[in-house]
């Protein structure tokens, strides 16, 4: 007979956590139930148990994943619970799948315009007639351009091209629009008499 931690008491009970005694194998449905104290679990049922306890990994439910192979990588049509590693990921890196088709799809186009812009036909002087763009030269730090292209919404764009009576450039606005007439330009500096770059953008 085997020894016991207590001999005195083994009459053929059966064991538990605090006795010695007989023990019989759980099944593995005991085993899952977990509730008997006098069973003992075998390493079969508690493989069998271990591969019920983690489910298979899915693009929702976290658990067990195989690592792809190179060629299920590059193959790249598995669905199942495979997992890229860095050697496979090299291995689809260095023969990519196509991407799109061959027919090109049909497309729609929108087409953007914001206006006149100088472009051609530059006024020089006062009287610009229909041009969007054109040069002046200011008379005491201002001068009216006649033109039939501008409006009460017009841009106007000032830049000096050459300096007159000053020694630095004035700061300039467009003031006085009149809408198929006029504009008038004017300087900070009531001397000014520089040659002005303007233009219209409607």
Known sequence: MPKFARPNIYNGRQSNQAFTGTVRAATLNEAEEGESPELYISPQ????MG????????????GVVELATNAEAVTGT??????????????RLAAPGAIGGTT?????????????????????GSAAGAAFAGTVALVAG??????????????IRLTCQA?????????????????GTSFTIL?????????IFWEIIN
């Open 142 to 155: 201002t001068i009216t351009v006649s033109s039939t292209a501008v409006t009460a919404n017009s841009v």
């Open 45 to 48: 049922v508690l493989a069998d």
């Open 104 to 124: 090109p799809a049909a497309g729609s186009f929108t087409t953007l315009s914001h206006g006149k812009e100088a472009v051609t036909g530059m006024a020089s």
């Open 78 to 91: 598995a669905t199942t619970n495979l997992a890229i590693i860095p050697a496979s990921l090299t291995a």
């Open 51 to 62: 591969a019920g306890f983690v489910p298979a990994a899915t693009t929702t439910v976290p």
């Open 187 to 195: 300087a900070s500096q009531n001397t000014d008499t520089s040659t």
């Open 163 to 179: 300096l007159g009576t000053v020694t630095a450039p004035s700061a300039l606005c467009a003031s006085a629009k009149v809408t």
